[in-house]
């Protein structure tokens, strides 16, 4: 009976463990995969839009960052993105030691070992009319996380000569159910040096 019971304990702690890092990473306390509920916490949303089957909430936050959660039909978090304000202030991300408007692609192609992957529906290039966005998405244990780096002024007009990967600072970032990102942006491009990163 006590080996049962010790047996059972060690169970239901692998069994927490697990729950705990599937839902490592988060953007202002919410996860992939939580209940739509979670986003009460949030207050009212200033827009609410419909975009297919799926709920988008919008809010900006205190800090003046932009926050969006897609919720699908079974009301489910499925999408989260976090947009910079383009402060000068390299506001705090939500992820560990990663900062708006500082950290480069550079930087995370260090930390993560590769340039990760892009979706062959969005590849991994976007122009803006200030710039252009460079899309970096890594597997983590249970998402998809993009980085979105920005070039300010890609035109040539900049006399910066630094590389391209050391001027794209961090604009945006999303976390993404990986059934989702697949539905929306296809099949999978990775670098040849690409690796599950086990960030967290």
Known sequence: MKNALVNGM????????????THAQSLHGLHIGEDQSFLEKLGAPDAVEKYKSYVVRKWT??????????????????Y???????????????????????TSLADLRRRFG???????GRGGVLNTPDGIVMINAYDTASVVVT?????VDSTGKSKNSNPA???AKLDALSLADGGYAKSEWGERVYDPHYKKTEWQ
């Open 10 to 21: 060690i169970a239901m702690a692998f069994i927490l463990t697990a729950a705990h890092c």
């Open 61 to 78: 936050l205190a800090n003046g960052n932009e926050l969006s959660a897609t919720v699908n039909s079974a009301g489910k978090i499925v």
């Open 80 to 102: 989260l993105e976090s947009d910079w304000n383009g402060n000068d202030d390299a506001t705090g991300s939500d992820l560990n030691e990663l900062r708006f408007g500082s």
């Open 114 to 120: 590769s340039n990760g992957f892009m979706f062959k």
């Open 147 to 151: 980085f979105f780096t920005k070039v």
């Open 165 to 167: 990967a050391d001027r």
